[in-house]
């Protein structure tokens, strides 16, 4: 009877350290799933190219693809799980999807749809950041809170594509001096830039330059009469992409 409590004892301690030693295998989710979609602007329905796709576990950025030449995107997932897509192109609004990868959506093509947005426009040969054009209280380098509104669209889209520079270029109409144009643009252009730096755009992203008169779109010059409407043309801020 002895011989048998010992060898129930010892059973039970080897038993004890071994799985202390060795805890059990919690099972791996070895399961993997393509993930894929298409993206298409929301408006027309048609597909849209060049978009830069983001995967997202909760806050966790996974990985990043560009679409193909059909708009088409697919990532290699775990099985089971939610995550969040987020697409953004040029002259489009930024947009975020959630998506899951279980079993019954195997296969599936999940549709993201993006709103157009005009963001950028093209003047050969140069592109430009599209906004209202800038006004300045008149003979000063001071600026409205319309312009205000403007600047702040220009920092949210330097902030969207942290890779550009900008060139913050200001013109004037051929009214006037000529050094003093010069002088007032560019003192309106280092307003501009200031503005930018303090919404947390970096300043090496960033040039200003005040042009006076020097640059005219059409031809009003000084011993041409035109009308304001054609001065006017002249008056402008453009933010040209680098």
């Known amino acids: 009877m002895k011989k048998v409590v010992f060898l129930f004892?010892?059973?039970?301690?080897?038993?004890?350290?071994?799985?202390?030693d060795n805890p059990p295998v919690?099972?791996?989710n070895n399961c993997t799933q393509t993930l894929s979609g298409i993206?298409?602007?929301?408006?027309?329905?048609?597909?849209?190219?060049n978009v830069f796709i983001q995967l997202y576990d909760g806050l966790v950025l996974i990985d990043s693809v560009q679409t193909d030449a059909a708009s088409n995107f697919s990532f290699k997932v775990t099985c089971n799980k939610r995550f969040n897509i987020k697409a953004k192109a040029e002259n489009y609004a930024i947009n975020s999807k959630i998506v899951f990868s279980l079993k019954s959506y195997q296969g599936k093509i999940w549709e993201v749809l993006l709103y157009p947005i005009r963001e950028f426009k093209y003047r050969v040969p140069d592109k430009l950041i599209d906004i209202d054009n800038i006004?300045?209280?008149?003979?000063?380098p001071t600026f409205t809170l319309k312009t205000r509104k403007q600047l702040d669209k220009v920092a949210s889209i330097m902030e969207k594509y942290p890779k550009i520079r900008v060139s913050i270029n200001v013109h004037t109409d051929s009214n006037g001096i000529v050094d003093y144009n010069l002088k007032m643009t560019q003192d309106r252009a280092d307003r501009i830039l200031s503005y930018l730096i303090d919404k947390g755009i970096d300043s090496k992203r960033l040039g200003a330059i005040g042009f006076g008169s020097t640059q005219l779109l059409n031809n009003c010059t000084p011993d041409v009469k035109c009308f304001e409407s054609e001065h006017k043309v002249n008056r402008r801020t453009e933010f040209v992409v680098m």
């Open 9 to 20: 004892v010892f059973i039970f301690i080897s038993t004890h350290f071994y799985a202390q």
């Open 39 to 49: 993206v298409k602007d929301l408006k027309s329905s048609k597909l849209v190219s």
């Open 135 to 140: 006004t300045f209280v008149v003979d000063q």
């Open 26 to 28: 919690v099972p791996t």
